[in-house]
């Protein structure tokens, strides 16, 4: 007899933990299913996010950057420490810790919500019945109103560079290198490519960046872009355009193991010996053997199930959020649809409003935008006016010794509402977000303008830029 459900989730990662909760708290009797294992070989709720994702990277990102400002930045303050050292073992342990706390802390609130979780591997059977494969060999099987799939994403693995889990590995591996390698290769300077580089680089590794396209972070802001790849190249991240990988061998050499990979960039065949490689090519949604025979549920050409604008499958009471659907993979992009979906199933209006959707990426200047770039402007034949304003004539950025990059924003030539945000620069994860909130509110540069911004602060960046927006900026001439 299948256990019957008001709301069955499979997948607790971002959007699916969102859902469950969301319906419990809306009075739904609600299961969660999820197959991911911790390092410690026990169930994990939270999926690649709490535990190989966002939070474990964000870790690795400020031991490193601890350890990289002692080096480079304290001097600047007039201190000093003899024999900085790093110790890898410890800084591992420390992000294993937050990951532990944190997945439990979702176990917590299942609990708190009463809502129930399946440790295993779901699959969707016609007519909303669930099986579940689960760590202890038993199966289950759940009957829902409704089902929300949540399966998530797998990093894309390239067929001539496998990952063996040591020389040649994802995001998982490179979360918990043992040794700070002392050559890395990584390919792919997206977000995850960039992040995790920039981690070893500022333990002391080499890092050359592979990217196959001849355009650095196309998906930004042409200015943020080239700003940000001057900074990086500052830092000695070797980032190397135009050359796309087409093979990777693991050789040995003495004792040890290193990897040679073979690319092409204008130049003609190259070849980069590493230590280790990173491959970060991008994500694919996880529905291998989530869906059996005849449940209506489609997956387009890239495997991600197919949904309309209210994340809702076409097959009756059958939802599908996060990464394994269209839409940025962002963690809050499903932490917003599972909330919507939810609320839609209890007969609310839940929406996502995607043009407002802020975008980070957690390097050292942090970039970050929500809206338009000057780029998509163009195309679209949108006429706008765009306001930057640079960190280093924002007394509190300079106070900190961190005065790269700059602010923009974009707004309509004829009404003035804010368009997009842009920013490069120390802190600009959270500064993003007046950004949103202004797109959000519908509001124009001018509110932005005239909204009385502390002094001295990191915002009154997006304060001037604003006001440059009509040449009226303060601090710089227009
Ligand atoms: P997931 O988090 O992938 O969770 C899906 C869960 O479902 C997994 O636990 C999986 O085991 C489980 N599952 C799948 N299929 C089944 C099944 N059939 N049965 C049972 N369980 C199943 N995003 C940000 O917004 N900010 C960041 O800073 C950021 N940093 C990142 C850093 C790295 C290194 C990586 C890899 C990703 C990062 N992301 C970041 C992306 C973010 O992690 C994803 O967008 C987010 O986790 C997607 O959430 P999700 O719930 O859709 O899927
Ligand atoms: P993202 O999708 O943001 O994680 O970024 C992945 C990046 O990897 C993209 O910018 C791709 O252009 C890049 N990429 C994919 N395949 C290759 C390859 N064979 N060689 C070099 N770069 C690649």
Redesign the pocket.
Known sequence: MAEQFDVVVIGAGPAGYHAAIRAAQLGMKVACIDAALGKDGKPALGGTCLRVGCIPSKALLDSSRQYWNLQHLFGEHGISVKDARIDVGAMIARKDKIVKQFTGGIAMLFKANKITPYYGFGQLQPGNVVKVKQHDGSEAELKAANVILAAGSDSIE?PFAKFDGENIVDNVGALDFAAVPKRLGV???????LELGSVWKRLGAEVTI????PDFL??ADAEVAKTALKEFKKQGLEIRLG????NAEVKAKGKNKEVHVT?ADAEGEKTLVVDKLLV????RAATRGLLAEGTGVKLDQRGMIEVDEHCHTGVDGVWAIGDCVRGPMLAHKGFEEGIAVAELIAGLPGHVNFETIPWVIYTEPEIAWVGKTEQQLKAEGVPYKAGSFPFAAIGRAVAMGEPAGFVKVLAHAETDRVLGMHLVGVGVSELVHEGVLTMEFKGSADDLARICHAHPTLSEAIHDAAMAVDKRAIHKAN
């Open positions: 390239l390919i792919g300077a997206g977000v995850i490519g592979l990217e196959a396209l196309a998906a050359a796309k990988v087409s690319y970060a090519v991008g994500r």
